[in-house]
């Protein structure tokens, strides 16, 4: 009955690579988000998608495309892997965007790029 | 530009109480949260406050004051398992959350 599940968990890749994570939730929710958690552990809004259409991108390479086959569904897709994108990527929900709501996290997705 | 600062790191020991320390300059306020996050897992929601006082739940209390842009997480009672980073983040006016980088609680038997 997980809430939010991503992905692989791990991955790792070489330089130059695409690769996708994939995330679902089973919430009901109308929003989900991407985040990147940093080494220092900061974590950094990349896109939120309310009702299958992008509201926030936050200064995102666009070497990043977020793809949302329907609202249970937001994957992240990465071309041309760079050794910086390594991180933690979590994918989020919540119920919807524009009130207060308690976001959802998803494991995680442990990005390595060699 | 918006900022969230919480101390890097923090020990307290089994049994004990601690105070982790919040302060935020956003544009916008729309209210106050506070995760926990274990090692290699996801962060967890644990309080919100919106507005100023205090907000208990068990073990844990979340304090605010809007006007000096401050909050604190009070954690009573500490176990082992209170072993873990906790994360202040602000919702600003576009309803975007904002972090801070975490303080890793080391607790001590």
């Known amino acids: 009955d997980t809430a939010v599940s991503q992905t692989p968990k791990y991955l790792v890749t070489q330089m130059g690579n695409d690769k996708s994570i994939k995330c679902e939730q089973n919430?009901?929710?109308?929003?989900m988000y991407w985040y990147k958690q940093d080494s220092k552990k900061f974590l950094k809004i990349m896109f939120s998608?309310?009702?299958?259409?992008?509201?926030i991108n936050e200064t995102v390479p666009n070497r990043f495309s977020p793809k949302s086959p329907d609202k249970a569904h937001l994957n992240l897709h990465i071309n041309s892997l760079e050794l910086g994108d390594s991180a933690v990527y979590f994918c989020?929900?919540?119920?919807?965007?524009?009130?207060?709501?308690?976001?959802?996290f998803g494991p995680g997705t442990r990005l390595l790029v060699l | 530009g918006q900022n969230i600062d919480q101390p890097t790191e923090m020990t307290a020991t089994e049994g004990a109480i601690v105070q982790i320390n919040c302060t935020y300059q956003?544009?916008?306020?729309?209210?106050l949260f506070w995760y926990q996050q274990h090692a290699g897992e996801a962060p967890t929601f644990l309080s919100y406050?919106?507005l100023d006082g205090l907000e208990e739940k068990g073990r844990f209390s979340s304090f605010l004051s809007r006007s000096k842009g401050y909050s604190y997480l009070l954690l009573k009672e500490l176990q082992m398992k209170d072993s873990a980073s906790y994360l202040c983040?602000?919702?600003?006016?576009?309803?975007?959350?904002?972090w801070g980088a975490g303080t890793k609680l080391i607790i001590k038997p």
């Open positions: 919430l009901g929710h109308d929003t």
């Open positions: 956003t544009s916008g306020f729309n209210g």
């Open positions: 406050n919106v």
């Open positions: 998608y309310n009702n299958k259409e992008l509201i």
């Open positions: 983040a602000v919702m600003d006016s576009n309803y975007q959350l904002i």
């Open positions: 989020a929900s919540s119920q919807d965007l524009g009130l207060v709501e308690t976001q959802y």
